[in-house]
T-cell receptor, first 115, second 113 residues
Framework: EAGVAQSPRYKIIEKRQSVAFWCNPI?????LYWYQQILGQGPKLLIQ????????DSQLPKDRFSAERLKGVDSTLKIQPAKLEDSAVYLC?????????????FGPGTRLTVL | RKEVEQDPGPFNVPEGATVAFNCTYS??????FFWYRQDCRKEPKLLMS???SGNEDGRFTAQLNRASQYISLLIRDSKLSDSATYLC??????????????FGRGTQLTVWP
C-alpha cells in the first residue's frame, strides 16, 4: 500500500518569498493533517481536514499560512511571505477517520530553510 | 506550561540494556496516549498506544498513571535498531481539541554495540 506522498522534499527560499507544499494522503483516508516540526521539537498541528472541510485550524498562523483540500484528496499548504522562524520540516499525515483512535500515518516531510 | 513534557536525553546505553523514558502531560481531560518513534530525518511512526492497565508489545512496555498524569515506556534488551527519538503523544481531551494530538519534544536514544 502506498504511503503519504509529499513534495518537494527540500526547499530553500529567502525571507519574504512564498512557498507551497503538496500532499497526497493514503487512498481512502478521509482525514488529513499538516504539522510543523521545528528542529529539536515534536510536531505541532497546523491544520486538520475532514474530507474537504476544516476541522481544526486554531494553531495555523493565518496571516501568512493557508491550506486547502479542494476535492477531499490532495492538499496544499502555502506560506506567504515566509519568515526565518518558518524554517522547519512540514509533515503531512492522514488517517482513515477523525478521532484519536484512528492511527495517523505520516509522509516523509518537506524540509524548508528560510534564509 | 507545555501540554507534554519529556526529558530530551540523550540516553546512551549498551546493547542488551533496559532503558525507561518518562513524560508528563498537563491536561487531566486527555483520554488517549501514545508513543511514536522517529528515526533521524524520518517521519514519526506509531510505536504503541498506552492503555490504563498498562500494555506490552514484545520488548516494549508502556504504563499510564492518570492520577500523576505520567506516562512511561520501558525497553528491555535494547537493540542497535532501537536507536531513535521516542515521542510521547497525548490527545487534547475535550471540545475542539479532542481530536488534536500533542507531541512531546522527544527523547533521543542511542544504543551502542
Amino acid at each position: 500500500e502506498a504511503g503519504v506522498a509529499q513534495s518537494p522534499r527540500y526547499k530553500i527560499i529567502e525571507k519574504r518569498q512564498s512557498v507551497a507544499f503538496w500532499c497526497n494522503p493514503i487512498s481512502g483516508h478521509a482525514t488529513l493533517y499538516w504539522y510543523q516540526q521545528i528542529l529539536g521539537q515534536g510536531p505541532k498541528l497546523l491544520i486538520q481536514f475532514q474530507n474537504n472541510g476544516v476541522v481544526d485550524d486554531s494553531q495555523l498562523p493565518k496571516d501568512r499560512f493557508s491550506a486547502e483540500r479542494l476535492k477531499g484528496v490532495d492538499s496544499t499548504l502555502k506560506i506567504q511571505p515566509a519568515k526565518l522562524e518558518d524554517s522547519a520540516v512540514y509533515l503531512c499525515a492522514s488517517s482513515l477517520s477523525w478521532g484519536v483512535l484512528s492511527e495517523q500515518f505520516f509522509g516523509p516531510g518537506t524540509r524548508l530553510t528560510v534564509l | 506550561r507545555k501540554e507534554v513534557e519529556q526529558d530530551p536525553g540523550p540516553f546512551n546505553v549498551p546493547e542488551g540494556a533496559t532503558v525507561a523514558f518518562n513524560c508528563t502531560y498537563s491536561n487531566s481531560a486527555s483520554q488517549s496516549f501514545f508513543w511514536y518513534r522517529q528515526d533521524c530525518r524520518k517521519e514519526p511512526k506509531l510505536l504503541m498506544s498506552v492503555y490504563s492497565s498498562g500494555n506490552e508489545d514484545g520488548r516494549f512496555t508502556a504504563q499510564l498513571n492518570r492520577a500523576s498524569q505520567y506516562i512511561s515506556l520501558l525497553i528491555r534488551d535494547s537493540k542497535l535498531s532501537d536507536s531513535a527519538t521516542y515521542l510521547c503523544v497525548v490527545n487534547g481531551g475535550r471540545g475542539s481539541t479532542l481530536g488534536r494530538l500533542y507531541f512531546g519534544r522527544g527523547t533521543q536514544l542511542t544504543v551502542w554495540p
